[in-house]
T-cell receptor, first 110, second 115 residues
Framework: RKEVEQDPGPFNVPEGATVAFNCTYS??????FFWYRQDCRKEPKLLMS???SGNEDGRFTAQLNRASQYISLLIRDSKLSDSATYLC???????????FGAGTTVTVRA | EPEVTQTPSHQVTQMGQEVILRCVPI?????FYWYRQILGQKVEFLVS????????KSEIFDDQFSVERPDGSNFTLKIRSTKLEDSAMYFC?????????????FGSGTRLTVV
């Protein structure tokens, strides 16, 4: 089983729509969880950390379900600029290295 | 906003040649990493570095790879004898306190093309 698995998409949505997708992780001892955004041929950029209670940052909402070992990201009122690949990233613990999912591609169309 | 700086942005090299990829992490960060991303594939961990030594490395990071922090600011990745399959984006990252609740700052990457 892969450490971090994501639905690759692509999710093609119109502007203003809501889009949501999940990620699962295999290591139950994982401690920290993140969503990164990656534009084509660019570096990953931190979008938001994911906390146990769930958290929101503007139009973005992240949820963590430790029992089922999945993380979700919801984007409300999609903008054209939200088009990117969203990477689910898990920190496995004391060694601090990150494990990346392969990414979910989102395309927002006008 | 503090940045991680990588040079060069693009390097083309012949198979068998040595390359050195350079990174300047954020100045007060203590943990440094190299990751790579082969085109169309996921980001993969190579090595982590703390307190002037490697703290962990992946199976990708074989004897052809080495890292160094020669002068307290630069953090380099050396590939001794490049292979075609080393062609990838190489990202340097740094982290402040090793706090697992914070994300990492990535540099903009070096695109390595081995021909």
């Amino acid at each position: 089983r892969k450490e971090v698995e994501q639905d690759p998409g692509p999710f093609n949505v119109p502007e203003g729509a809501t889009v949501a997708f999940n990620c699962t992780y295999s290591n139950s001892a994982s401690q920290s969880f993140f969503w990164y955004r990656q534009d084509c041929r660019k570096e990953p950029k931190l979008l938001m950390s994911v906390y146990s209670s769930g958290n929101e940052d503007g139009r973005f909402t992240a949820q963590l379900n430790r029992a089922s070992q999945y993380i979700s990201l919801l984007i409300r009122d999609s903008k054209l600029s939200d088009s990117a690949t969203y990477l689910c990233v898990v920190n496995r613990g004391h060694d601090y290295k990150l494990s990346f999912g392969a990414g979910t591609t989102v395309t927002v169309r006008a | 906003e503090p940045e991680v700086t990588q040079t060069p942005s693009h390097q083309v090299t012949q198979m068998g040649q040595e390359v050195i990829l350079r990174c300047v992490p954020i100045s007060n960060h203590l943990y440094f990493y190299w990751y790579r991303q082969i085109l169309g594939q996921k980001v993969e961990f190579l090595v982590s570095f703390y307190n002037n030594e490697i703290s962990e490395k992946s199976e990708i990071f074989d004897d052809q790879f080495s890292v160094e922090r020669p002068d307290g600011s630069n953090f380099t990745l050396k590939i001794r004898s490049t292979k075609l399959e080393d062609s990838a984006m190489y990202f340097c990252a740094s982290n402040g306190e090793g706090d697992t609740n914070y994300g990492y700052t990535f540099g903009s990457g070096t695109r390595l093309t081995v021909v």
